[in-house]
Nanobody
């Protein structure tokens, strides 16, 4: 069964940290681009970070220096380490995967999506 399963969301105080995990199963595990998106009600889903097969990573300006995307290929798992969290980071975070592409810069480029995990940053 092909699926992306996220975990690690929750409630954290400003300045705190969380680590999200996304495990791929089935043919998704062979995808060459993985990413984390986030969405708040009433707004478009935005790219937070992406990682390519060769290790190249990209980040949204708003999270640069605070978030780190990484991948454990043996476990078919992608991580998003989030530090110095701010209230504006509050959103539902989605894991996404794309296969057979040289690049993926729009949500439409991603073939597979997880169910989402809520991250709430509040005191």
């Amino acid at each position: 069964q092909e699926q992306l399963k996220e975990s690690g969301g929750g409630l954290v105080q400003p300045g705190g940290s969380l680590r999200l995990s996304c495990t791929a199963s089935g043919s998704i595990s062979r995808s060459n681009i993985q990413a984390w998106y986030r969405q708040v009600p009433g707004k478009q889903r935005e790219l937070v970070a992406s990682i390519y097969d060769g290790g190249t990573t990209n980040y949204a300006d708003s999270v640069l220096g605070r978030f780190t995307i990484s991948r454990d290929s043996d476990k078919n798992t992608v991580y998003l380490q989030m530090t110095d969290l701010k209230p504006e980071d509050t959103a539902v975070y989605y894991c996404a995967a794309a296969a057979g592409r040289l690049s993926a810069v729009q949500s439409a480029h991603y073939d597979y999506w997880g169910q989402g995990t809520q991250v709430t940053v509040s005191s």
